[in-house]
């Protein structure tokens, strides 16, 4: 079973950066279609559902949520088994539990059923 742990939240000033990272480790499955092939970030204010920030694939293929784009960019290490989540132009309105997520996408794309613990990120204004 994959275990997801992050890492990198904190309290920063409106305008800051930040940057999140997710180590995996357990059975990936590499190299079969079944394998965990695709991470993600989530988060989740209070109150509010859990949305999708950005995800990649172990080929690089990337989505992003049209409130990060142009701020925000994943990227991972597959050698390490680690994503990371690089923060810019931070506002108040990014804070939130952001949660690391690991899936494939077979047989269904963008498909994420394992979940980290969650670090908080607050943006003070």
């Known amino acids: 079973q994959v275990q997801l742990v992050e890492s990198g939240g904190g309290l920063v000033q409106a305008g800051g950066s930040l940057r999140l990272s997710c180590a995996a480790s357990?059975?990936?499955?590499?190299?079969?279609?079944?394998?965990?092939?695709?991470m993600a970030w989530y988060r989740q204010a209070p109150g509010k559902q859990r949305e999708l920030v950005a995800a990649i694939t172990s080929g690089g293929s990337t989505n992003y949520a049209d409130s990060v784009k142009g701020r925000f960019t994943i990227s991972r290490d597959n050698a390490k088994n680690t994503v990371y989540l690089q923060m810019n132009s931070l506002t108040p309105e990014d804070t939130a539990v952001y949660y690391c997520a690991a899936g494939r996408m077979y047989p269904s794309p963008w498909t994420f059923d394992r979940w980290g613990q969650g670090t908080q990120v607050t943006v003070s204004s």
């Open positions: 357990g059975s990936l499955a590499s190299g079969t279609r079944f394998a965990i092939n695709a």
